[in-house]
């Protein structure tokens, strides 16, 4: 056996009585239909018995691929950012790669020196959420013929490939609901950026209260991401003054969300029973709220398992097919919390 203890292809090919090449190529499914049944199927026994580990570094240069991929977060300490990394990772590990994550913090500058360290480590595909103003280095990625997909945020008007959650739809069904529980007076707090994904909430606001007669005079806010706990508190406190019967606040994000219920717990803003509050993004926090919580859910899972398989493919057959998707979530509403 080799010293250190770590198995080599020698090992195992002195144990079954063949070459090491012979061994490659039954480890690494090269030629089967050219090799033994049970010459291979003796192989990988010792392989398996022996406890076998193939070197990454040592097949991807054999295979021109390194077998990991790079996914690009806006902010890891998001809930957000930490369901969806988890749910690429599972699926990216079931087929038999490795992921590395990196978080930008919404900073152009960070951005663009993680794109370089994984550029550097030649990952062989690129799963990104785009900051602002990114859009000239996800050009330079697809001009480059590399394997990317971008989730969450993207570029209407450039050819990129894209699998997102259909923001318009979003909200419109929010206001939907708003209005079928008997809410005429509905505000929305929103974030001040130019993201499509956050223009196209507001405009499913904006068309589902034009489509059922509501005003939105002054029924808008956006915050700014600096200041976000104070600002949601000044929003809301201007929404109150300049709309006496408000009855109902969507909240574009998990964060405002938040926020926006420390404010409603605070100043006891659903005591009466009048106003009601729904949420963006699942949060665990919704199930211990003694007045329950609607929210809209968006389809991390599927958002997840397309992207991966766009990129996996994109990264076997390279620029055969391009992807933009948006997926639908839907609407849920937690129970109230019974008292004792």
């Known amino acids: 056996m080799s010293k250190r203890g770590k198995i080599k292809l020698s090992d195992i090919a002195k144990e079954a009585g063949v070459s090491v090449s012979l061994v490659s190529y039954v480890l690494n499914d090269r030629h089967p239909n050219r090799i033994n049944k049970e010459t291979a199927k003796r192989i990988k026994d010792i392989a398996q018995r022996l406890n076998y580990r193939a070197n990454p570094l040592a097949k991807g240069l054999r295979t021109k691929k390194s077998h990991t991929i790079a996914l690009v977060l806006a902010d890891l300490a998001n809930p957000f950012s930490a369901q969806i990394a988890r749910i690429i990772e599972n699926i990216v590990i079931a087929k038999g790669y490795v992921l590395l994550i990196g ?134 406190d201007t929404l109150l003054i300049d709309n006496p019967e408000l009855d109902a606040i969507l909240f574009a994000t998990n964060i405002l969300t938040l926020h926006g219920l420390k404010y409603a717990v605070k100043n006891k803003l659903r005591s009466l029973g009048k106003m009601e509050l729904m949420g963006f993004d699942e949060a665990e926090f919704y199930d211990i709220l003694p007045d329950g919580m609607m929210y809209y859910r968006q389809p991390l899972e599927e958002i997840g398992k397309r992207s991966v398989e766009f990129l996996m493919s994109d990264i076997l057959n390279p620029r055969q097919q391009s992807i933009g998707e948006k997926i639908r979530g839907g609407l849920v509403e937690t129970t109230p919390r019974k008292t004792e």
């Open 103 to 236: 978080s930008m913090d919404e900073n152009i500058e960070k951005f663009k020196k993680l794109l370089d360290t994984f550029m550097n480590h030649e990952v062989d595909g690129l799963i990104i959420v785009p900051p602002e103003e990114s859009e000239r280095e996800i050009q330079a990625i697809h001009s480059q013929d590399i394997p990317y997909v971008l989730i969450d945020r993207y570029f209407p008007k450039s050819p990129f490939n894209f699998v997102v959650n259909d923001n318009h739809f979003s909200t419109y069904e929010c206001v939907k609901r708003l209005v079928d529980l008997g809410k005429k007076e509905i505000a929305f707090v929103t974030q001040n950026n130019t993201y499509a994904h956050f223009l196209e909430r507001k405009r499913g606001f904006l068309e589902a209260c034009n489509d059922f007669g509501l005003q939105t005079d002054a029924k808008i806010i956006a915050v700014d991401l600096a200041n976000l706990s104070e600002d949601v508190n000044k929003g809301i």
